[in-house]
């Protein structure tokens, strides 16, 4: 007897709020910090108007507990931080941070003739990860592997992607907390992408046009999570643009202040401490 895959609904939708941060950057935030999104915590789409010379971007400020990925659409960020890594990434190309004990970083943005369009998530690091070593990644976008569908490509920037046909992708991104993975999908008019994904939590951001989920249709700006089951399927009559998140929960409690999350409040009064005395680093 076969298995026939249950295709997967969504449960519940999200917008994206207008927010502000760091130094004139314009920012649409998704966030949850209560764990309805674990491993995931927080998705910042990040924008600018074309050769926009006036933004300051983010000056050099701590983080602890967490992971961040940066996906950079168009235009393009460069990165500072303690550990003496200096590097820019632009259009299609990635990077990956693990703060772990404790990072002190800036990120500037870079416009080009069409501004900055980018992303950056937050993934909470288990416990026994928090006070791990910090590293750092830049992952380029010829680096990437691709998957087709009809009139439609999914881009994985990490972890594992499978199609219904079997075909598996590894992005390069191996090391996400909560064994997440991170994906790109544009889907041409008429375009349709089905996936064989399992994992517990899977979220899908909308961020150009409008998809097709299980027959529900998500706008621009929203975020989809979908309940259990082995089957994705996504289209669009139009053309749209998601990323996709996918990754196992830590089901640990969740303390969060500015650049800091860890487990408790007092774990949180650590991190400030360590901050104010110049110790986060150690």
Do not use: C
């Not at 390069?172 to 375009?191: I, N, S, T, W, Y």
């Not at 899908?204 to 998500?218: D, H, K, P």
Request: aromatic share 4%; hydrophobic share 40%; charged share 20%.
């Amino acid at each position: 007897m076969t298995h026939s895959p249950q295709t997967r609904q969504v449960t519940r939708l999200m917008a994206s709020q207008p927010s502000m941060d760091g130094d004139g950057v314009r920012i649409q935030r998704l966030h949850d910090f209560g764990g309805g999104l674990d491993p995931f915590l927080m998705l910042d789409e990040l924008g600018a108007e074309g050769n926009d010379a006036t933004i300051g971007g983010f000056p050099p400020h701590p983080h602890r507990g967490i992971q961040t990925l940066t996906y950079v659409l168009h235009g393009g960020l460069a990165h500072e931080d303690h550990m003496g890594h200096a590097s820019t990434i632009r259009a299609g190309d990635a990077q990956w941070m693990h703060t772990g004990r404790g990072v002190v970083h800036s990120e500037m943005p870079l416009t080009d003739a069409r501004g900055l369009h980018a992303f950056q998530l937050w993934l909470n690091l288990a416990a026994r990860d928090k006070l791990s070593p910090a590293t750092y990644r830049d992952v380029r976008a010829g680096e990437m592997p691709r998957i087709d569908g009809h009139h439609a490509t999914l881009i994985a920037l990490g972890g594992r992607w499978q199609s219904a046909s079997g075909q598996v992708l590894d992005g390069p991104l191996e090391a996400l907390a909560g064994q997440g993975a991170v994906a790109h999908a544009r889907l041409a008019a008429d375009g349709e992408l089905t996936l064989h994904m399992a994992a517990t939590t899977l979220l899908v951001y909308v961020f150009a046009g409008t998809l097709e989920i299980a027959g529900r249709s998500v706008a621009q700006g929203q975020l989809a999570q979908l309940g259990s089951g082995e089957r994705l399927t996504l289209g669009s009559r139009e053309g749209a643009q998601a990323l996709l998140l996918a990754g196992e929960p830590h089901g640990e409690p969740i303390a969060h202040y500015g650049p800091f999350v860890m487990n408790s409040p007092d774990e949180i009064e650590q991190a400030v401490k360590a901050y104010r005395e110049g110790t986060l680093t150690d």
